[in-house]
């Protein structure tokens, strides 16, 4: 936490939608973006998947989420795990009201943690953690590499692809545990669902999953957003 805070005054933290200096660390993101953010509100934060008790997102997949999505993915930016915990667990709480007995997410495969350096589902799963006072747990593991789900645009491709590419991990038991399973985006919800059945499959009582944004089925390949991440302390 001292890190953090240091973190916090060498490089204060910036709107991870626009890049605007934030008043305080503990804000997820700017005034202006509070505003303008494509939130989901009622059952529209809510997607149905195989095996959950379903998907709860706070924000659609457009306007100025994909960019910053993208920074957080792709242009070294993981500390938006910290900002982006705060909304998905502020969607969690004002929608789902069973006990959770833990956070865990889906995983990179150990081929795109390499060149990455780091998983943007941990960091997401991190911050939804720390913000819902639960224990982050690891339970799964990508076996096989597979092409990224944002390059495949019809749901039947996204299923297969990522069949069977989720194992759970040595020595970790989540027999009877109430699980929420993160994710950065929900889209087809194919990889949300392989990690369900897998967790099911090893005994879970219930999972319910949650991401930052929820993308329309089937939308277009988007293209890749700006570089600039706006701060340095990624
Ligand atoms: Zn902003």
Redesign the pocket.
Known sequence: MIWTWLLDLLYPPK?P??G?LLESPLLA??E??QEVIPWLEGENALRKIEFTEGCYSPMAYRNSVPDSIHRFKFYGCPSYGRRYGILVAQCVQDHYTKPLDFVTWAPISQKRLRTRGYDQGKKLAEGVAEQLGLPLQKTLKKVRHTQAQSTLSEDAQRRGNVLGAYQMLDGVNVAGKHILLVDDVVTSGSTLEECASVLMEHGAAQICCATLAQSRKNRQNFSLGTENCFEKNS
């Open positions: 709107c939608f626009c605007k993101l700017c202006n973006c």
